[in-house]
């Protein structure tokens, strides 16, 4: 059984920073596609950064720059670093994994992935 279990968030002020990470158990880790959402109140679910089975990061415009996306095989973690948080980052993050890997059209598409932890808050003030 496949588990995803995030951890991380918090509250902080603007132009602070946050790690979050993402346990994956049950799943084999380094050969799909992982990535991070994120969802607002009544917003749709969007994608924020997704890794490839080599380790690529892919980000979303308005995080690129500020977020870095990282993995690491051996602990099967995914870690999502946060830094130069802006009020608009506020949201639930919810860590994501897909059956297959990353692909340029599906890699921000919540559809693509079949396994979703249980979310962690960012509030940014």
């Known amino acids: 059984q496949v588990q995803l279990v995030e951890s991380g968030g918090g509250s902080v002020q603007a132009g602070g920073s946050l790690r979050l990470s993402c346990a994956a158990s049950?799943?084999?880790?380094?050969?799909?596609?992982m990535g991070w959402f994120r969802q607002a109140p009544g917003m749709e679910r969007d994608g924020v950064a997704s890794?490839?089975?080599?380790?690529?990061?892919i980000y979303a415009d308005s995080v690129k720059g500020r977020f870095t996306l990282s993995k690491d095989n051996a602990t099967a973690t995914l870690y999502l670093q946060m830094d130069s948080l802006k009020p608009e980052d506020s949201s639930m993050y919810y860590c994501?994994?897909?059956?297959?890997?990353?692909?340029?059209?599906?890699?921000?598409?919540?559809?693509?992935?079949?396994?979703w932890g249980q979310g962690t808050q960012v509030t940014v003030s």
């Open positions: 994501a994994a897909a059956r297959d890997d990353c692909r340029a059209a599906s890699w921000s598409d919540p559809g693509y992935f079949g396994y």
């Open positions: 049950g799943y084999r880790y380094a050969s799909y596609c």
């Open positions: 890794i490839t089975s080599v380790g690529i990061p």
